[in-house]
Antibody, heavy 116, light 107 residues
């Protein structure tokens, strides 16, 4: 069955960077785009961007244009989201999700806490 | 960016009630709309895609309708498992955006 397994919770200081991984299984990795979505406490879901695992091409929300990098490693069916220049506003649960717009499969989420 | 406005933000209802949640887009998104259910501490779960298509495995009591800028999610007869928060999402135009959520709570 399709599974998206994310890396564990992270704590970072302001100004630092974080990388979250999303290991996929149960389907052909290169057949489906992967998106990243986050949810800050009490806030609505916020889309960060997507990556085409086949080509490595990615697209990001303009809000994160210079801070987010989406990559993948086809040899281990894993996608990564790196966010730099962290502030307290980046404290959130980060999700990877499979789909081309609507998300039929989600990772379990990774809590990122930014605190000094 | 396309703004998605959901109403109501909170809805109190009883088991067996029929409930309707509305989502309005700030511009036309055709039928590129999804509905999700989220429970505390869990990832969202897809219920409806392309405005009215029921996701596999989702009970038939859920239905979606609408196109353009106005959409509704209807739960035909609330079950205990349906008390959760519901979000709409447009995927017509990047950045994909979500509504603010509707919490369905027990009356």
């Amino acid at each position: 069955q399709v599974q998206l397994m994310q890396s564990g919770a992270e704590v970072r200081e302001p100004g630092a960077s974080v990388r979250v991984s999303c290991k996929t299984s149960g389907y052909t990795f290169t057949d489906h785009y992967l998106h990243w979505v986050r949810q800050a406490p009490g806030q609505r879901l916020e889309w960060l961007g997507w990556i085409n695992p086949n080509t490595g091409f990615s697209n990001h929300a303009q809000n994160f244009e210079h801070r987010v990098t989406l990559t993948r490693d086809m040899s281990i069916n894993t996608a990564y989201m790196e966010l730099t220049g962290l502030t307290s506003d980046d404290s959130a649960v980060y999700y990877c999700a499979r789909g081309s717009g609507s998300y039929h499969f989600w990772g379990q989420g990774t809590l990122v806490t930014v605190s000094s | 960016d396309i703004q998605m406005d959901q109403s109501p933000s909170t809805l109190s209802a009883s088991v067996g009630d029929r409930v309707t949640i509305t989502c309005r887009a700030s511009q036309s998104i055709s039928s590129w709309l999804a509905w999700y259910q989220q429970k505390p501490g869990k990832a969202p779960k897809l219920l409806i895609y392309k405005a009215s298509n029921l996701e596999s495995g989702v009970p038939s009591g859920f239905s979606g309708s609408g196109s353009g800028t106005e959409f509704t999610l209807t739960i035909n007869s609330l079950r205990p498992d349906d008390f959760a928060t519901y979000y709409c999402q447009q995927y017509s135009t990047s950045p994909f955006t979500f509504g603010g959520g509707t919490k369905v709570e027990i009356k």
